[in-house]
């Protein structure tokens, strides 16, 4: 298939490995975080890190859309769920994250509740055009690369007048997410990740174009490269990072040039402007409250917005205790130093976040059988 097995020729996979152990200085360790989950994905399934010599390190980041919902955010979409005359619409692997005490959005809906998958923000609007007298509430998650579409939706819904739509946001912005793990003192606090270097995400670049990254690469002096989701495209990414560090550079680099450009999609950012504005802060598992990390809905378009119209209240509820999805997402830990992985926390049975969504780090090491790779510490105390 075009632009797909090109870049999963085992050949050309041997020859960028040889051209990494020949680049990377046996003197030094290198450690990148790949931000996305689908790289993480890409990583465990083709066994990238088998490829790579000792001393480069990869560190999974919080790039996981489902991961990265706190269990109050959870807590609310099943409140609403509750609610008396309400369909519930969202994303299929939002149905199986924990929330508090062992409930989740299958559960409620296996309780009673009206809760219905959907394949995108669209479906949720012929849902509410197909049930005029239920409230339709499409629970909107996820970064760059699908807040466009919830962005059509609000204004598809209003061409149409449709009165009993709303959606519940919470998108998050990805450099404010790379910009909290470089810079946050509460990540300082609990051991700084070391890292050299990031590997920018795919899908999500195609939205925003490689420019934003531009800020975090020069104030903090970290090599940036964009790459696809395919194992070729992680490799040359991590080859052209050892390549930036050995030359003291700290640039952003586009790997994936055959779908990213500097300043990415206008018309998808222009739409996007259109319906959402910053919000001040937003709490990311594992990361805590970071400040203009996510959107809301701006008010010209309150009437589409479920957190105004059924009035919800913010609720901060801890992760189960023994789950190190706030490590994981952070790059602090790997899914296999949780006690519980693979023994009470599986893809059947997730405890945390990370088990749930084939993105998240915890879910990958497991489908892919990574239970026994070896990995140095990867953390400073500062
Ligand atoms: S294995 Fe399960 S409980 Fe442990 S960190 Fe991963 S998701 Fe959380």
Known sequence: MKYVDEFRDGTVAKKIAANIARAADPRRPYHFMEFCGGHTHAISRYGVTDLLPDNVHMIHGPGCP????????????????????????????????????????LKT????????????SLDAIRIAGENPHKEVIFLAIGFETTTPPTAVAIL????????????????????????????????????????DGFIGPAHVSTVIGSQPYEYFSEEFQKPVVIAGFEPLDVMQAILMLIQQINTRRAEVENEFTRAVSRHGNRKAQQLVAQVFELRRTFEWRGLGWVPYSALQIKATFADFDAEKRFKIAPLVIPDNKACECGAILRGVKHPRECKIFGTACTPDNPIGSCMVSSEGACAAYYRYGRFTESRPPTTTQQ
Request: charged residues 15%; hydrophobic residues 45%.
């Open 109 to 120: 809906k296996a309780g009673g509740a009206d809760i219905r998958m959907v394949y995108s």
């Open 66 to 105: 489902v991961c990265v919902l706190p269990i109050g955010r959870i807590e609310n979409a099943i409140q609403l769920a509750q609610t008396p005359d309400v369909i519930l619409c969202t994303y299929g692997d939002m149905l199986r994250v924990p929330a508090s005490h062992g409930t989740n959005l």
């Open 156 to 195: 598809q819904a209003q061409a149409l007048g449709l009165a009993n739509f709303s959606v519940f946001c919470n998108h998050v912005l990805t450099p404010s997410a790379i910009s909290h793990i470089l810079q946050s003192p509460e990540i300082r606090e609990l051991g700084q990740v070391r890292l």
